[in-house]
């Protein structure tokens, strides 16, 4: 009898003894707990990525965008790049149809559009909305008109085309790599293999196919890559202080050439694009009508003037994805 209370007694000491090191246990923060069950997470294609304050709840990250057909995971795979680019209403056709070729291509990166009008802004942040490769801001500088502003008006074509050297400063600042597109492009591979190596900034010279500056050099402003090196940013500041001195009324583009050129302020380290894969309008069209063997990587349709002139280019060469016209689109949605 006094043999079995000692057992019991034992027992009990021992069953008190082991409760107590559960509670301890669990107690303890820096103790590792596996999981009861073990199940794949939706996040596991962003498990060597630090998420951002604008990525969605963890059950969104696989759902893929309307406009861009990508996820989260596809765009975290390409960090720190940013493909920029503005728009007003009489060009959000034309946009669309650059946003179209781009998602073919199975290119996802943070595309950020800056909005010039009202009409344009609401239309875009629909179609964007929950995409996680598009994202949608107003101006900064001021809403423009929403027609289309024509070279024959220069005060408020220069006034347009000459903010676009701000934003790029802006996001530069933040330490972005950023390829700055105007809407007239049509992609066809991806073109960001070609940025690659170490430089300031990356474009095509229309003059000179191999990218040596001279007085004759026409470096294009309406696609080029730009890395946030200490070089680029003085230069783009530079830029946006000299078309000020101007009064707004030189294009964005020959400034940018006359201070390559005279390599002011500082010298800027230049990776020219193939002009045969990165052609301009008439280049295109006269490589396609002699059915040259080029792999076109990105068509900008520079030098082809005004929208309508530009969407029948692309309609002759079965490169208009777009079945509505910028104000067929805002009814449309």
Known sequence: ?????????????????????????????????????????????????????????????????RLSNCTWGDISSRPGVMLLTSTNLAFLDMTMNMLESIKRTRVCVNTTIIAEDEKVYEYLWKRAE?????????????????????????????????????????????????????????????????????????????ANPFGVRNRQSNFCAGFVYFKPTSATLQFVQT??????????????????????????????????????????????????AKKANYSTVVMHAASIRGHAAKVASFKSSNMWLINATSQELLHIS
């Open 1 to 65: 009898m006094a043999l079995d209370n000692v057992y019991k007694a034992l027992f009990f000491l021992q069953s008190t003894a082991f409760l107590l090191f559960i509670l301890y246990y669990f107690q303890q923060s820096d103790i590792i707990r596996a999981p009861a069950v073990m199940r794949k997470s939706p996040c596991i294609c962003l498990h060597n990525h630090t998420r951002t304050i604008r990525m969605p709840p963890c059950k969104e990250l696989l759902l893929r965008g």
């Open 130 to 206: 929950g995409d996680p490769g598009v994202w949608v801001v107003k101006t900064s500088s001021g809403y423009i008109n929403s027609k289309e502003i024509l070279r024959r008006n220069p005060k408020q074509y220069y006034e347009m085309m000459n903010k676009r050297q701000a934003y790029i400063l802006t996001y530069l600042e933040q330490g972005w790599e950023i390829l700055f597109t105007d809407t007239d492009t049509f992609w066809f591979r991806d073109p960001f293999p070609f940025f690659e190596g170490n430089f300031d900034i990356s474009l095509i010279d229309s």
């Open 239 to 288: 830029w946006i202080q000299s078309m000020k001195t101007y009064g707004w009324m030189r294009s964005d583009q020959t400034v940018m050439n006359g201070l390559l050129y005279w390599d002011k302020p500082v010298h800027i380290d230049i990776k020219p694009l193939d002009t045969n894969i990165f052609p301009w309008g008439p280049k295109f069209y006269n490589l396609l």
